[in-house]
């Protein structure tokens, strides 16, 4: 028998015990608990597998499920509740990272550029990893042309997953967001709050999990007696059909996005009440960065000449 206080039981060390000084990794992650430098790390040491997108938690899912990781059954209660926190936190930074994966750099730079005649501009948006909060400053042409102002000009803090801050400086205006997430009936119940100062505008969103492959989602403006439903279908884990409704205008939108190859996307949604259809296309590379060109057709008159609009992200290392 191992003596007292030194020697823990390990389910991942030969011979099934390891010391208390042991540097085993997993053994520290079951029986200690010591953090880890994020959620990712986390599920990469205990199941061997990178969840960098949603794609990658909805595959892992599923594989859990097939019962494709025998360690699962082998794990504790305690252990499972972290990895169920720890996915359920990645889940969180995914749905609002603008690039919609994780990345080890420190900072990233986006920029947009509309090409519309009437309305030509352009934007950039700066972003800074700090600990556990994101810096971004985001500026548009009408902050440099004609000399440096603050017109266009914004600042932001967010948590990804917990909260953000945006204060836009010309108009004085902040905006709060605060995210979390609830248990009902064993679904995750992802709940949004936010709160604007300018126009004392107040959202509240809701989506239910159902599973991988369905949700549905709430979406609510207090005071304005208007609500948006929206259910989501994931088939195969390449095509997405998004059907939604407004209650106020009594009308339908469609969405449908389609995972092309490896690294694009195409998307096309549709507002019957204007008869706006708009198309996407993005990619987004290690090499080259992340690229999305939309194309905006209005079809009330008949197909016009689309208002085009590019966006290009790059992250880099400080």
Not at 68 to 88: C, E, G, K, P
Not at 93 to 99: N, R
Request: net charge negative; hydrophobic share 40%; aromatic share 10%.
């Amino acid at each position: 028998m191992p003596a007292a206080g030194y020697l823990s039981r390990c389910l991942f060390c030969e011979g099934g015990f390891c010391g208390a000084g042991s540097t085993c990794l997993l053994h520290r992650i079951q029986v200690w608990g010591l953090p880890l430098k994020t959620e990712h790390d986390f599920i990469e040491t205990l199941f061997g597998v990178s969840l960098k997108t949603l794609e990658d938690i909805d595959a892992f899912a599923k594989a859990v499920e097939a019962g494709n990781y025998t360690v699962w059954d082998t794990l504790d209660d305690d252990v499972v509740q972290r990895v169920q926190d720890a996915i359920d936190g990645l889940w969180k930074a995914l749905k609002v990272s603008p690039s919609g994966r994780l990345v080890d750099e420190a900072a990233s730079f986006k920029a947009k550029y509309d090409a519309d005649k009437a309305t030509a501009a352009s934007a950039v948006t700066l972003a800074f990893n700090a600990g556990d909060v994101k810096l971004r400053a985001s500026l548009t042409d009408a902050t440099v042309v004609n000399g440096p102002s603050l017109n266009g000009l914004a600042i932001a803090v967010d948590k990804p997953g917990a909260f953000s801050v945006d204060y836009n400086v010309p108009k004085k205006d902040f905006r709060f967001t605060f995210m979390n997430t609830i248990k009902i009936s064993d679904k995750p119940l992802n709940l949004l709050y936010s709160h604007s100062t300018g126009d004392q505008r107040t959202m509240l969103d809701g989506t239910l999990v159902i599973d991988s492959a369905n949700k549905v989602s709430a979406n609510h403006v207090l005071g304005s007696g208007n609500c948006k439903l929206k259910y989501t279908y994931v088939h195969g884990g390449l095509t997405t059909f998004e059907p939604s409704y407004d209650l106020a205008k009594d009308a339908w939108d469609f969405a449908v996005t389609r995972k092309v190859y490896a690294d694009h996307v195409l998307r096309a949604a549709y507002q019957t009440s204007n008869q706006n259809l708009s198309v996407d296309w993005s990619t987004k590379s290690k090499l080259i960065g992340t690229y999305k060109v939309s194309a905006l057709f209005n079809l009330e008159d008949g197909l016009k000449v689309p208002r085009v609009t590019a966006e290009s992200m790059w992250d880099f290392e400080m």
